[in-house]
Nanobody, 123 residues
C-alpha cells in the first residue's frame, strides 16, 4: 500500500508560480511512475504530467508544456510539480498518483491516489 500526500497548493495571481509536492509513505516510490492530474469544478479529471520510475522520461499535457515541470527525488520519496506562468484556467484540485514503472496519461492506469491540493489562480 502506498499513501500519497500532496502539499503546496494555494492562491496565486496569474503569472505567478507554485511548487506542488507529493510525498509517499508506506513504500518506496523508486519503482513507481508518478503522475499529476487535476480536476476543475464541473469538469472531468485531466492529465497534467507524469514521470517514469527512473525519472528519465516525462510526459506533459499540451496545455502545460513549457510552463510546468515534473521531477522526483527518490531519496526523499517525493515528486514535485513546478508550475510557472500560471493562468486562471489552471485553477483546479491537483492530485498525484502512482503506478508501477511506466508513466501514462491515462488516469485509469494509476493505482494509488492522494487526496489532492487546491490551486487557485486569480486574474
Amino acid at each position: 500500500q502506498v499513501q500519497l500526500v500532496e502539499s503546496g497548493g494555494g492562491l496565486v495571481q496569474a503569472g505567478g508560480s507554485l511548487r506542488l509536492s507529493c510525498a509517499a509513505a508506506g513504500r518506496t516510490l523508486s519503482t513507481y511512475a508518478l503522475g499529476w492530474f487535476r480536476q476543475a469544478p464541473g469538469k472531468e479529471r485531466e492529465f497534467v504530467a507524469a514521470i517514469t520510475w527512473s525519472g528519465s522520461n516525462t510526459l506533459y499535457a499540451d496545455s502545460v508544456k513549457g510552463r510546468f515541470t515534473i521531477s522526483r527525488d527518490n531519496a526523499k520519496n517525493t515528486v514535485y510539480l513546478q508550475m510557472n506562468s500560471l493562468k486562471p484556467e489552471d485553477t483546479a484540485d491537483y492530485y498525484c498518483a502512482a503506478r508501477r514503472f511506466r508513466a501514462s496519461m491515462n488516469s485509469d492506469e494509476y493505482v494509488y491516489w492522494g487526496q489532492g491540493t487546491q490551486v487557485t489562480v486569480s486574474s
